[in-house]
């Protein structure tokens, strides 16, 4: 049996948010007020799909939105340890649960020669229409109340193992990677064996460090990390036991 780890991908993977370094391509590389203050809690993908509509509208093609895209940097360290995975596939599955966006996602990971590392990856289907404006629409519908309206990591998790069960696949234990607010509603699913990996200074990092009273319990391990290569170092020590 292997171990499955789960990864967030902004600020994750990748050392930036996906969704704010694709405004360098706007002109100035900044939005306009109105379109900036559209943004309305929990509907991030609509006020996406603005910004994108906006960067089509002023003329910026696919070609120069993959290039700022692919030039965005890897978190210390993840590109040891994305190696490392690779290299102990029969130890490992290996899933990207994000809220970007599926074209952001593949242009960084193909780029990277990285593509093969991962099993699944599940974001927001986005695809460029006729006219060339690149389209997101939300991942699913939920009625997780924690989660903003497109996506609930736990559902997807969960959807997941027991898609995994149903072709006869099983875990030995979870390792999930993640570092913002919404990797802590995934995290409240894992059990006593798994390990949350929150980034250190990170928001799910804060919230796990909190006083248990107030939220839902946690059962599994946290162990922080702020490079990509302390995770290589946790992985050798669990594949060794
Ligand atoms: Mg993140
Ligand atoms: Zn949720």
């Known amino acids: 049996m292997k171990i499955l780890l789960v990864f967030d991908f902004d600020h994750t993977v990748i050392d930036d948010n996906s969704d704010t370094w694709i405004v360098q391509c706007a002109p100035e590389k900044k939005l306009p007020i109105e379109l900036q203050e559209s943004y309305q809690k929990g509907f991030w993908t609509e006020f996406m799909g603005r910004v994108f509509k906006y960067l089509g509208d002023k003329g910026i093609r696919e070609?120069?939105?993959?290039?700022?895209?692919?030039?965005?940097?890897?978190?210390?360290?993840?590109?040891?340890?994305?190696?490392?995975?690779?290299?102990?596939?029969?130890?490992?599955?290996?899933?990207?649960?994000?809220?970007?966006?599926?074209?952001?996602?593949?242009?960084?990971?193909k780029a990277a020669n990285f593509h093969d590392v991962f099993d699944k990856v599940f974001t927001n289907p986005a695809a460029f229409d006729n006219s060339g404006h690149l389209t997101v629409e939300n991942y699913h519908t939920?009625?997780?109340?924690?989660?903003?309206?497109?996506?609930?990591?736990?559902?997807?998790?969960?959807?997941?193992?027991?898609?995994?069960?149903?072709?006869?696949?099983?875990?030995?234990?979870?390792?999930?990677?993640?570092?913002?607010?919404?990797?802590?509603?995934?995290?409240?699913?894992?059990?006593?064996?798994?390990?949350?990996?929150?980034?250190?200074?990170?928001?799910?990092?804060?919230?796990?460090?909190?006083?248990?009273?107030n939220r839902d319990p946690v059962e599994s391990s946290v162990v922080v990390w702020s490079s990509g290569v302390e995770i290589i170092s946790h992985l050798q020590f669990l594949i060794k036991e």
């Open 63 to 109: 070609d120069e939105m993959k290039r700022a895209m692919t030039s965005m940097p890897f978190t210390p360290g993840m590109v040891e340890l994305l190696n490392f995975v690779r290299k102990n596939r029969n130890k490992f599955d290996c899933i990207i649960i994000s809220d970007s966006n599926s074209v952001f996602i593949d242009w960084v990971l």
């Open 142 to 213: 939920h009625s997780c109340t924690r989660c903003p309206k497109n996506l609930c990591k736990k559902v997807v998790l969960v959807e997941f193992l027991d898609n995994q069960v149903q072709q006869g696949v099983n875990y030995t234990r979870i390792v999930y990677i993640g570092d913002g607010g919404n990797d802590f509603c995934p995290v409240t699913f894992l059990k006593k064996n798994d390990f949350a990996m929150p980034r250190k200074g990170y928001s799910l990092q804060k919230t796990l460090s909190k006083t248990p009273q």
